[in-house]
């Protein structure tokens, strides 16, 4: 069973910052494209910022400007920093890796964080 194990999160302050972090296992990591999304109450779950296969770096229109992902490939983790949250930012994110092989999608999610963005 493939681990996607974040941390970070928690509660923040409207205009703030904070970092989630998604470990995953070398196999997965090396070849699935890894991103980050997220579910706020009622909504459905949602793309923040992915790495596509093809190394470009797709973000959502609402976290362009604020949120950078980032990776590091000898520690086998993706990041996501987030800045200038607001409260509409509230939500539990996931990591994410997919990959399509022979037209079959292949997808595994972190457990999630909370991050709540509140005075």
């Known amino acids: 069973q493939v681990q996607l194990v974040e941390s970070g999160g928690g509660l923040v302050q409207p205009g703030g910052s904070l970092g989630l972090s998604c470990a995953a296992p070398r196999s997965i990591f090396s070849v699935y494209a890894m991103g980050w999304y997220r579910q706020a109450p009622g909504k459905q779950r949602e793309l923040v910022a992915v790495f596509t296969s093809g190394g470009n770096i797709n973000y959502a229109d609402s976290v362009k400007g604020r949120f950078t992902i980032s990776r590091d490939n000898a520690k086998n983790t993706v990041y996501l920093q987030m800045n200038s949250l607001k409260s509409e930012d509230t939500a539990v994110y996931y990591c994410?890796?997919?990959?399509?092989?022979?037209?079959?999608?292949?997808?595994?999610w972190g457990q999630g964080t909370q991050v709540t963005v509140s005075s």
């Open positions: 994410n890796a997919r990959r399509i092989t022979f037209g079959t999608l292949n997808n595994y």
